[in-house]
């Protein structure tokens, strides 16, 4: 079965095609562990793993702004790896929440949307605007394997002391190095290095950070 990327927005991110063995023997968990085409449509581990995150989202999504106990203990349970200071503003949605991974002092505005179908992880002191995604799933060009129900996933990286504004939208295999900062509305379609300003549609670096800067 052929893999297919796509040229633009992951090709270049990747760093290279993952390596294909007996696909036949596979679960379509490991295959998606490893990069590969698979189907979480009928597979009933990742079905009952998704609504399982699900409720528990909504759970988070109605407890009361002051039960922070509550929301922290929550979070912990639904969040593969986190620290002691962790923040998320309501509503938040994941797919898995096992693959998500939080350093210390961890912010994120109001609607977080994480599809962490791959490792979505998170460096310490990353502040994140409303309305942001990370999206780590990708469906395939070709339309006959894309109406299949086919997809793959890759996975995000963020460093320390990255800044999101509102509304930006990280797609799958991106790296965003640390002290970055990535302006509002923005869709990274490739990683963005260490110590600079990456703004638009697509995110391009426009500023190197440096000592002066306020």
């Not at 992951?10 to 696909?23: A, D, E, H, M, R």
């Not at 995000?156 to 504004?165: E, Q, Y």
């Amino acid at each position: 079965m052929k893999i297919i990327f796509h040229p633009v927005l992951f090709l270049l991110s990747l760093g290279g095609k993952p390596t294909i063995t007996n696909q036949q023997n596979m679960t379509e968990k490991e295959k998606c562990a490893q990069g590969l085409l698979y189907n979480a449509n009928y597979d009933q581990e990742l079905i009952k793993e998704r609504a399982a995150a699900k409720d528990l989202c909504q759970q988070y999504n109605n407890l009361k702004n002051s039960d922070s106990e509550g929301r922290i203990s929550l979070l912990k349970k639904i969040l593969g790896k986190t620290q002691e200071n962790i923040c998320i503003e309501p509503s938040f949605w994941c797919d898995y929440g096992y693959n998500i991974e939080v350093g210390e002092n961890f912010y994120a505005n109001h609607n977080l949307v994480i599809l962490d179908c791959a490792k979505v992880v998170f460096g310490d002191n990353v502040f994140i605007g409303p309305n942001c995604s990370f999206y780590t799933a990708n469906h395939p060009i070709d339309v006959k394997q894309r109406n299949e129900g086919l997809e793959s996933a890759h996975p995000i990286k963020v460093g320390n002391n990255v800044w999101f504004g509102g509304n930006v939208v990280v797609l799958p295999g991106i790296t965003i190095g640390n002290n970055s900062v990535i302006g509002a509305g923005s869709v990274v379609t490739r990683s963005i290095q260490d110590n600079v300003i990456a703004v638009g549609n697509p995110c391009r670096v426009i500023k190197t950070i440096t000592e002066n800067d306020p």
